[in-house]
């Protein structure tokens, strides 16, 4: 069997609608003679997946995965680990409508630059029900980019800036950056129960600690298709905990910084951060005011993210002894 010339791995669960619509747009896209392969990783899900994946096999090279642990990232590694893949391989999602030259822009970029193996694509927000726009106390937490998986960097092909990194929706390799074993950290991303983001940073940020290098390709273009759940502000303030929980894991203790630290006077100045942020929070809630909503939104991540440092914290001391003890 031939190798195609594009893997692209979706992993889904109980999204079955969603699905059918991504794998609908997939169908219309210029291939230009590339030949492509889709993988599509069922994460445990109990509703119609499997029907729809084999609904499209006389459409276009499909197949059908099955990962019973919960959780994106281990859906993707089963794919990476349980295939062979093609040169280049692709990640996106189950909620995504790519432009007609998606394939081509992706092959494109990869032929332009040799020495990268790392891209990022442009990602649209495809807002539900007509919506032009966000509400401005929605605009004022910068959610744009964290929750609703909106990204830019320029409108020419460049490397991407120190602290920028692709997203989840558009994104690809060459597959040779998992030849030295680096995969998605299944203890991020996704889950049915706790949700922590950061999928797609902390995989990048592997990568490029293995000598990859990333560029940015902006003709490569996703919309993504935004649920009015995600819109609201409950939806919102869930996602600003995930993001609080990725951001502690990101920016939060290490090891080595703990043991250089105060641990006593840090934890006390980190639960005292929570204590404000709370505050914060609390007299937001006691203001009638539409901007309030973006206000408590920050306050949550904020609360978050130094909750869930001092339970990092608490995790290494009991874990993690120096070299020298």
Not at 272 to 294: D, Q
Request: glycine share 6%; net charge positive; hydrophobic share 35%.
């Amino acid at each position: 069997m031939t190798t195609p010339d594009v893997s692209l791995i979706i992993a889904t669960h109980n999204r079955a609608l969603e699905l059918t619509k991504t794998l609908e747009s997939m169908c219309s896209l210029d291939t230009g003679g590339v030949t492509a392969e889709w993988i599509i990783v069922d994460n445990n899900s109990s509703d119609s997946t499997r029907d729809v994946v084999e609904s499209f096999k006389s459409k276009i090279s499909i197949h059908y995965l099955f990962e019973p642990r919960p959780g994106k990232n281990s859906a993707l590694n089963h794919a990476i680990n349980s295939r062979e893949l093609a040169e280049i391989v692709v990640f996106t999602d189950d909620d995504v409508t790519p432009k007609h030259n998606w394939l081509l822009a992706i092959l494109e970029s990869c032929r332009s630059h040799p020495e990268y193996d790392l891209f990022g694509g442009k990602v649209e927000v495809e807002y539900p029900g007509g919506l032009k726009s966000l509400p401005r106390w929605y605009e004022s937490t910068g959610a744009r980019r964290w929750a609703l998986s909106e990204h830019y960097v320029s409108h020419v092909a460049s490397p991407y800036p120190h602290g920028r990194y692709p997203s989840g929706p558009n994104c690809w390799v060459r597959r040779n950056v998992f030849v030295n074993g680096v995969r998605y950290r299944e203890d991020v991303g996704p889950t049915t129960t706790r949700r922590i983001m950061g999928s797609e940073t902390s995989f990048f940020i592997d990568c490029l600690k293995a000598g990859h290098r990333l560029m940015y390709e902006p003709s490569a273009v996703v919309a993504h298709r935004v649920s009015e759940q995600l819109l609201s502000y409950e939806g919102l303030l869930r996602k600003s905990e995930w993001n609080g929980r990725w951001m502690a894991r990101k920016l939060g203790p290490t090891p080595r910084t703990l043991y250089q630290k105060n641990i006593a006077l840090w934890s006390t100045l980190r639960r005292a951060s929570s204590l404000r942020h709370r505050i914060v929070f609390l007299l937001a809630n006691l203001i009638p005011l539409e901007f309030c909503k973006g206000v408590r939104v920050n306050a949550t991540r904020g609360f978050t993210f130094d909750d869930e440092c001092v339970a990092l914290a608490r995790e290494l001391r009991e874990n993690y002894r120096p070299a020298d003890e």
